[in-house]
């Protein structure tokens, strides 16, 4: 069966080109970058390779990008480093409604061991409530963590004034942008951020490697403590295949993204008219134009998302329900009950996040299901024939 793969937002294939340039450290260039010897050293210049593509691409210096496991590491490195690094200070961090649970799921942890933690609304777009946002900074607040677009309905935040704001009262600011790069061009020294995470394969390099830009003179706490790699701040011998690649997606994206964005925009529109068309009682979630301009998150009404993703799955079809990482929880989406819908509309999401190597026909493919698949599962819907009728 062939498959039509529109769930980038979660992962994306790797590009052949990272693949290739993987290789030799899988194989005969195997050596420990922290060994001193020839070839090892020759493993080393690699990494800083990688680092300094890397830099390019967020117009940040070399010595500002930290290697990770991933986003997720990178999110915990800059939020749990500020926390502890800062706690005489402060004990105060503000962060969003909508963020990944990689930061959430952080905060969480942090206000168990003692920190207060602000979770500013956002509007029926996915806006934060900037307003609220300042209201709720206080003396003793130490960061500020807004993600830059969000990972389910694509919404981009103005990542510029936050910063700007959390500047004017000397509090550290932090964004994960791991759905922004390789999108299109993000320039730290621009934005104001003193932390931004971004991992690897959500722009066709591999999983398990992503970095945090870190601004010079910004105090953390390092969390992993081992040798002196990434210059103390980050113990524990590096995934060098991993970085390599990391390194090659990004040269790749700084030559290739706004070829793609021309090429995608327009898939994204088509796919997103046509299911307004065929279908009723669709709702689009996300912000009209600030989104990304891959990623299309519906609610359709009267069915059930999960049975809609299962039933696509039999056609080859991959799509999500929301976010990967919290796709095991029968739970709607937290992200679209804070813009504002009901769990029951919620249960009937279904995000399309569309990548490099889709084409018209992914988009014919989807368009040529999804109706009768929306339309036998509203058959035997007790609430779409109660609607039908007039109920």
């Not at 009267?302 to 990482?325: K, P, Q």
């Not at 819908?341 to 889709?358: D, M, W």
Request: glycine share 8%.
């Amino acid at each position: 069966m062939k498959r039509y793969y529109l769930d980038n937002n979660a992962t994306t294939p790797v590009d052949e080109r990272v693949k290739e340039a993987m290789l030799p450290y899988l194989g005969e260039a195997f050596f420990n970058p922290s060994s001193v010897y020839t070839p090892a050293r020759e493993v080393r210049k690699a990494i800083e390779t990688a680092r300094e593509r890397l830099a390019n691409l967020l117009n940040a210096d070399p010595e500002e990008i930290i290697f990770t496991s991933g986003g997720t590491e990178a999110d915990n490195i800059a939020i749990k480093g500020t926390a502890f690094a800062l706690a005489e200070k402060g004990k105060h961090i503000i962060t969003s409604a909508i963020e990944h649970p990689a930061v959430l799921n952080t905060c969480k942890f942090l206000e168990r061991v003692g920190f207060s933690v602000s979770y500013v609304p956002v509007d029926r777009y996915g806006i934060v409530d900037m307003d609220h946002l300042k209201e709720s900074i206080r003396d003793d607040t130490i960061l500020i963590s807004i993600m830059y677009a969000n990972n389910e309905i694509g919404t981009i935040q103005p990542i510029e004034e936050i910063a700007s704001i959390a500047r004017e009262r000397g509090i550290y600011f932090h964004t994960d942008a791991v759905q922004v790069i390789g999108k299109f061009p993000v320039d730290v020294k621009v934005l104001g951020v003193d932390f931004l995470a971004l991992s690897a394969h959500k722009f066709y390099g591999p999983k398990g490697v992503g970095a945090l830009y870190v601004r010079k003179g910004v105090r953390f706490r390092p969390l992993v403590h081992g040798g002196h790699q990434e210059r103390g701040l980050r113990g524990g011998t590096e995934n060098v295949a991993g970085i390599v690649g990391f390194g090659e997606a990004a040269k790749i994206a700084s030559e290739e993204m706004e070829v793609e964005e021309k090429r995608l925009r327009p898939l994204r529109d088509a796919l997103e008219n046509g299911i307004l068309e065929k279908i009723p009682e669709v709702i689009v979630n996300g912000h009209p134009e600030q989104r990304l301009y891959n990623t299309l998150n519906v609610c359709i009404r009267y069915v059930e998302g999960e049975s809609v993703l299962l039933m696509l799955d039999r056609e080859g079809i991959c799509v999500s329900t929301g976010s990967a990482c919290s796709s095991g929880s029968l739970e709607p989406s937290h992200v679209l009950l804070a813009i504002g819908l009901s769990h029951e509309v919620a249960h009937g999401s279904i995000r399309f996040s569309i990548g490099k190597f889709n084409t018209e026909e992914d988009i014919d493919k989807v368009l040529s299901v999804v109706p009768p698949i929306v339309e036998r599962l509203r058959e035997i819907s007790p609430l779409w024939n109660k609607e039908e009728k007039g109920g």
